[in-house]
């Protein structure tokens, strides 16, 4: 899904908000809801630019290392089950 717009950004509709202007305004200027403010608000607020990339760092780590367990599991499973055999 491609998103309509960049983290930075939101985090500057979001520091214009903080600066006073009414959120009404704010998104009738840039084209989004005021659901989505709220969202970004929950997700972004009290962040900086250099926090998001920092946390999308993270989550891709995060991804990296989920499919790394998911493909060992199976031989893990497969190495206990031979060892109680064995004993």
């Given at each position: 899904?491609?998103?309509?717009?960049?983290?930075?950004?939101?985090?500057?509709?979001?520091?214009?908000a903080?600066?006073?202007l009414p959120?009404?305004?704010?998104?009738?200027?840039?084209?989004?809801?005021?659901?989505?403010?709220?969202?970004?608000?929950?997700?972004?607020?009290?962040?900086?630019?250099?926090?998001?990339?920092?946390?999308?760092e993270l989550?891709?780590?995060?991804?990296?290392?989920?499919?790394?367990?998911a493909?060992?599991?199976?031989?893990?499973?497969?190495?206990?089950e031979?060892?109680?055999?064995?004993?």
């Amino acid at each position: 899904m491609k998103k309509r717009f960049t983290e930075e950004q939101i985090i500057g509709f979001l520091r214009e908000a903080e600066a006073g202007l009414p959120v009404a305004e704010l998104c009738r200027r840039h084209g989004f809801s005021e659901a989505s403010y709220y969202l970004w608000r929950n997700k972004f607020g009290g962040m900086s630019v250099s926090d998001t990339k920092r946390l999308n760092e993270l989550e891709l780590e995060n991804t990296r290392l989920q499919r790394v367990l998911a493909e060992f599991m199976p031989e893990n499973e497969v190495t206990k089950e031979a060892l109680r055999k064995k004993w």
